[in-house]
């Protein structure tokens, strides 16, 4: 089991081992440490809005995303690694294109879309069952869940706590500055579990049938509570919440 | 009695050894071996300019007639080292004017070149003949220029990718026309226009010349007169390729392609339209190097030029070839040893990637000498990485890059550990992996046993603690260069494993939890790593705990550089003095 390091107890800690060859007790030493522990601020991924003097000129000033649609998740720097060449390239493409308006047979692209998504998608001609983007305030890199695995709320919130919060063998806690448990279902803790529905509207998770969820569902987001206001609450009636649009 | 051999006989035995790692084993075995390989070696490679100072390197291979340098880490190419971190290739030069005035070549990656520094190359070399500049920055098309006009006997003059300030397209005028020595031109990456007749008139009196890479500012027209007056070319990149279809222009170019009987090698192809692909067919036989990676061409076209491509060895292309096309080049194209498939959308959040896992497999199935990938895409199974390396156990260079971070195995959703195990065990030759997808530690544990020849590993968004570093450190025998990235591991596994870290070249950990103490530490214990912290906020605003933002760590013989910019921190040698700032201002 992965136990968290103490970290923050100066450097008498730290011991160094030069050689090369392990010896036999430090396999069991490290299996006892990871880096999951004092967490504290480096918890998060840093993205370029953390760096922004220290950036490089590359394509930093041509990646305006003209003509694409706007990101969902904060941009993670260099990441996927191409070459600023090339991506200065693939982004002036992408400006053609939508000069151009070329029909895009299957591509998501399009800005004014609203066409109800189902939580399947094709994917080269394969149908991606049930896979939806979940993103995280605070934590750069999105992840995917995969809807058809879950028979429940209760299910959901789990895999989302596992994915967010804690390490398990073969999954990475990607924040961990957060200790305590999600309860993303109830109303009480940091968190809230959202998603966006069909009608590209944001909603709190929970209202409707499971069922009714996954056909509507288009994608999720754990928000903070406190960012949570003027949602649709939990209780309206969808008719109420529609009139509360339209206003 | 002891034998031994003339200095004379073991200067002509080592003419014949051009490898630099044998030679730098021939100057270990003894003193006066040393001395004769130093003194008879004409290509010098330095892998990591801040490993070794210029004057050393001047001093020790008084015949040096080629210089090769690299400068800032691999991954500066994605943006991950800030403007300014270094890389200065003026020492250098300072250094080799000086002391070689009998150079000959320059090849520089990664580095800033300065106009000056340009102009310093053109004045001190008498017998300049090769310049090639990759993915290097700093300069003005006027330091090209003073290259086009001073050296007389200029052979190549190649930039690949860099970053010029571009004040326009007189730079090519600037080739006297007495100059005819020309065999390599490259300046696909500037962006002005320049004049056609320069151009034109340089290529007519270049009889040697064998390989030119246009901009995207040359038209089409400006191609076929080109093409026309350089029939010889081997290596072509041409420029733009969108143009008004006028039927008289297809036939010209047609034509003019056709009379390239020598050609080998095409790229460019930027905007290519697909009604001018056709134009291709009569030298796709002949091709052996196809870059598409720029044309946004899309499947039937791709196929129809791909099949008539039987002898090409090299195939850069973009996702838009589909895994269908994919299949298409795996029956079509059986000399293949190297493809690479990039992505049409750089979207993170793009859901619609046109090629899957399937293709990857399909080419490796059908290409027996594919020994090079590098593939983007969305998702991959561990099913299909296990038939790769079965398939072809022969791969050097394997670099998967699952554009979806943390992406399992969709078909069981698993992490990607078998897979790479697989590729790992099964590929003995392999030199270079990318890793990529869901990874625990287990996977590190496979590569860091089963890999023995791989020299450069990158890492991004993967494992679950330091049992990944550590895996790697304490085994994968031939590691050189590793760069990480956004993994979970924090100082234990570096500081047991220091003493690895001199028998690499370079270390890059960026956004992982190493925290500033142990980089102090192991700077302390370590005296020939430079251990250099690249932080905005200093580091001693933070307590040691704290994680620092990237580290880069680096063997060297050339003690902490001077040149370090205000948010770079070398740590001193010296304890008592702590953090210090060595930037000469």
Redesign the interface.
């Given at each position: 089991m992965?136990t968290e390091?103490e970290?923050?107890?100066?450097?008498s800690e730290?011991?160094?081992?030069?050689?090369?060859?392990?010896g036999g007790g430090?396999?069991a030493?490290?299996?006892g440490?990871?880096?999951?522990g004092?967490w504290?601020?480096?918890g998060r991924?840093?993205t370029?809005k953390d760096?922004p003097?220290?950036?490089?000129?590359?394509?930093?000033d041509s990646a305006s995303?003209a003509g694409?649609?706007p990101?969902?998740?904060s941009?993670?720097?260099?990441?996927?690694?191409?070459?600023?060449?090339?991506?200065n390239?693939?982004?002036n493409?992408?400006a053609t294109k939508s000069a151009r308006e070329e029909e895009e047979a299957?591509?998501?692209k399009v800005n004014d879309d609203h066409q109800p998504k189902d939580v399947t998608?094709?994917?080269?001609g394969?149908v991606?069952l049930g896979f939806i983007?979940v993103n995280m305030d605070g934590v750069a890199?999105?992840?995917?869940v995969?809807l058809n695995?879950h028979s429940s709320y209760e299910n959901l919130a789990q895999t989302l706590e596992d994915m967010f919060f804690r390490?398990n063998?073969?999954?990475?806690?990607l924040t961990g500055q957060f200790t305590k448990p999600l309860r993303l279902l109830d109303g009480s803790s940091e968190f809230v579990l959202t998603y966006e529905d069909k009608e590209g509207d944001w909603m709190l998770v929970g209202d409707v049938p499971w069922r009714m969820f996954i056909t509507s569902v288009k994608r999720l987001r754990v928000m903070k509570t406190s960012e949570a206001n003027g949602l649709a609450a939990r209780h309206q009636e969808p008719k109420e919440r529609q009139r509360n649009q339209q206003a | 009695m002891a034998l031994r051999l003339p200095s004379k006989v073991l200067k002509h035995i080592l003419s014949f050894i051009d490898s630099n790692e044998d030679r730098n084993s021939v100057s270990l075995v003894c003193k006066s071996w040393f001395e004769t390989e130093r003194k008879t070696r004409k290509r010098v490679f330095v892998g990591n300019c801040y490993a070794v100072t210029p004057a050393a390197v001047a001093r020790r291979f008084p015949e040096m007639r080629s210089l090769t340098l690299k400068g800032k880490p691999h991954f500066a190419d994605y943006n991950l080292v800030p403007d300014g971190w270094g890389g200065y290739a003026c020492p250098w030069i300072e250094a080799m004017a000086a002391k070689s005035p009998s150079l000959e070549e320059i090849r520089l990656k990664r580095m800033v070149v300065t106009d000056e520094c340009l102009e310093r190359i053109a004045a001190s070399f008498k017998d300049f003949k090769v310049l090639v500049l990759t993915s290097c920055e700093g300069f003005s098309t006027d330091g090209i220029a003073a290259i086009a006009s001073t050296c007389r006997n200029l052979r190549v003059l190649e930039l690949r990718e860099c970053i010029v300030e571009d004040l326009g397209g007189d730079w090519l005028s600037y080739f006297p026309e007495t100059s005819t020595s020309l065999v390599s031109l490259d300046f696909s990456c500037l962006d002005s226009e320049v004049k056609i007749s320069d151009l034109e008139r340089l290529v007519s009196r270049s009889p040697n010349l064998k390989s030119l890479k246009l901009n995207p500012a040359v038209t089409l027209d400006g191609l076929v007169s080109i093409l026309r007056r350089a029939p010889q070319l081997t290596e072509l990149g041409t420029g733009s390729f969108a143009a008004e279809l006028k039927p008289e222009a297809f036939t010209k170019l047609s034509k003019a392609f056709s009379n390239c009987k020598q050609l080998q090698s095409l790229s460019g192809l930027w905007d290519v339209l697909p009604e001018y692909l056709p134009a291709l067919y009569s030298v796709c036989p002949g091709l052996t190097s196809l870059n598409l990676s720029y044309a946004t061409v899309r499947m039937p076209d791709l196929v129809e030029l791909l099949r008539r491509c039987s002898k090409l060895q090299k195939l850069w292309v973009m996702d838009l070839i589909e895994d269908k096309g994919l299949e298409a080049v795996a029956s079509y194209c059986k000399e293949l040893r190297e493809l690479r498939v990039f992505p049409s959308e750089p979207d993170l959040d793009a859901t619609n990637i046109p090629v899957t896992e399937q293709g990857l497999v399909y080419v490796s199935k059908g290409c027996r000498k594919l020994e090079s990938v590098l593939y983007f895409c969305v998702q991959f199974t561990n099913a299909a990485l296990i038939t790769i390396a079965r398939k072809r156990p022969n791969l050097k260079c394997f670099r998967l890059c699952v554009i979806e971070p943390f992406a399992p195995d969709y078909k069981t959703n698993e992490p990607l550990d078998k897979g790479f195990k697989a590729i790992a065990e099964g590929c003995k030759d392999l030199r270079r992996l990318s890793v990529s997808g869901l990874l625990s530690d287990k996977a590190f544990k496979y590569i860091g046993k089963h890999a023995k020849k791989v020299r450069m590993l990158s890492i991004a968004f993967a494992g679950d603690s330091d049992l990944m570093l550590h895996h790697l450190l304490s085994g994968c025998q031939s590691l050189k260069k590793l760069e990480i990235r956004d993994c979970p591991f924090g100082d234990t596994a570096l500081l047991e494993n220091a003493a690895k870290l001199e028998t690499m070249r370079s270390l890059w950990m960026s956004s992982c939890f190493v925290s500033f103490g142990a980089c102090k530490l192991l700077s302390q214990k370590m005296p020939r790593l430079n251990v250099e912290v690249i932080d905005e906020h200093p580091p001693k605003t933070r307590p040691e705990s704290s994680p620092v933002e990237r580290i880069y760590i680096y063997r060297t013989v050339a003690g902490p550089r001077m040149d370090t910019p205000e948010f770079v921190w070398t740590l001193h040698k010296n304890p008592e003095i702590g953090v210090s700032k060595l930037a000469i201002k």
């Open positions: 992965i390091l970290m923050g107890k100066g450097e730290l011991e160094l081992g030069l050689g090369l060859s392990l430090t396999a030493k490290i299996a440490k990871s880096g999951g004092a504290g601020e480096r991924l840093l370029a760096f003097s220290v950036g490089s000129k590359r394509a930093a995303h694409s649609s990101p969902r998740s941009q993670v720097v260099g990441w996927p690694p191409i070459g600023s060449h090339r991506m390239s693939l982004v493409n992408q299957g591509k998501k998608k094709k994917v080269n394969k991606q983007k890199i999105g992840r995917k995969d695995a390490t063998p073969g999954t990475i806690g | -």
